[in-house]
């Protein structure tokens, strides 16, 4: 079978790897070699130029902690900035279920707020609403979750104000938006703290489970490279309880490997949108929407499709692979239907949203013919 007659997978991890091979096999070699593979020389240079490639966008000085995985990285910062039993934690239920699973980790209360259905961020009136009149029952909100979802930066203008006035936290969700901006200004430099998946089909990925924090707060970042290793201080020594979330040396050694190639790859993926936008023009679907001021990264490329399905076939027929991101809402899902707290608009629009998203094929290694295959597609749909 010749290359062209292949499908366009929607992602494709395999290729990422393979760009990359030879400095990736040599780090990964360098850490074996080394004889040190937890918490060692390749972390501690991955957490300072993670910090200082945040910085350089225009930001405050950031303070990057790694961890094991981007849901620690949520609970991590909860719990540095002691949130947790009797507090509730404000989010949305259009994203990955870790968003809420971390909440819960630490033993806080979730509250989910609906999206914009342009962006599919948070809805920063509906959360104005509800830091106003809580939900009955409803524990003290502490803390904001607003999630970039898709490469997609929130309204951080608006979500910022009234939880400033509150007195809550604001952690940026970045598990999906590395390198997006607003105005200029980095995701994840904006909030009190920010947490960052690193697992391997994240726009900055590893080749295993990883998670990274970061905040302009330097006492909120030693205390959470504490609380990452059971509370240590002073080694085998617990000044407070702590948990073992830990970003591995190999891990660290491949992701410094990555992260200077970041910005090249996100351009990269804003070509293949801006392919994506002239093909379906003058069709029966829309763009992404891109609110002013952004700097979308496309971790996913994202159309609403009423007859999904339908689509979805006639796109696997032409030999274009899509996902859905995601088929179902938090609030809907078994573990949670019945017993989070949902803003007034009970989450209607992340329902609608649920049922027509669709991800189109997006990854820097996509060559031009695989480029073209997905664009002939589009036109034809």
Not at 253 to 276: G, K, M, T
Not at 354 to 360: D, W, Y
Request: proline content about 8%; charged content about 20%; aromatic content about 6%.
């Amino acid at each position: 079978m010749n290359a062209q007659d292949l499908p366009v997978p929607q992602a494709d991890l395999g290729a990422s790897y393979r760009a990359q091979k030879e400095a990736i096999d040599a780090a990964v070699s360098r850490v074996l070699n080394s004889g040190w593979y937890i918490l060692g020389q390749e972390g501690a240079a991955f957490e300072a130029e993670y910090g200082a490639w945040l910085s350089a966008g225009g930001g405050p000085a950031m303070h990057a902690v790694g961890c094991a995985n981007g849901t620690d990285a949520i609970a991590l910062i909860l719990r540095g900035l002691g949130i947790g039993p009797g507090c509730a934690v404000a989010t949305v239920s259009h994203t990955a279920v870790a968003t809420v699973a971390a909440i819960e980790m630490v033993g806080a209360t979730p509250v989910l707020i609906d999206i914009d259905p342009r962006t599919f961020c948070m809805d920063p009136a509906e959360l104005l609403e509800v830091i106003r009149n809580p939900p009955p029952g409803l524990p003290p909100i502490r803390a904001v979750i607003p999630v970039h979802i898709y490469g997609h930066p929130c309204d951080m203008d608006a979500i910022l104000g009234p939880c400033r006035e509150a007195g809550i936290a604001v952690v940026e969700d970045v598990a999906q938006a590395h390198g997006a901006r607003i105005n200029g200004r980095m995701v994840g430099t904006i909030g009190d703290a920010a947490a960052f998946s690193l697992y391997p089909t994240k726009n900055l990925g590893a080749l295993g489970d990883a998670g990274i924090t970061a905040t302009p707060d330097e006492a909120l970042a030693k205390r959470m490279g504490a609380l990452r290793q059971y509370g240590w201080h002073r080694r085998y020594i617990s000044d407070e309880p702590g948990v073992n979330t830990r970003l591995d040396e190999i891990q660290a050694a491949i992701l410094r490997v990555r992260l200077p190639l970041l910005d090249a790859s996100n351009a990269r993926r804003r070509e293949i949108a801006a392919a994506y936008d002239a093909a379906l023009a003058d069709g029966p679907f829309s763009p992404p929407h891109r609110a002013p001021g952004v700097e979308h990264v496309f971790h996913q490329y994202v159309l609403r499709v009423p007859d999904r399905e339908g689509v979805m076939e006639r796109l696997r027929v032409q030999g274009v692979m899509t996902a859905i991101h995601y088929p179902v809402p938090v609030h809907e899902q078994a573990a949670y239907r019945g017993r989070v707290a949902l803003g007034p608009a009970a989450c209607t629009e992340t329902s609608r949203a649920a049922g027509e998203v669709m991800s189109l094929p997006v990854f820097p290694e996509m060559t031009e013919a695989q480029l073209d295959k997905v664009c002939s597609a589009l036109r034809a749909l």
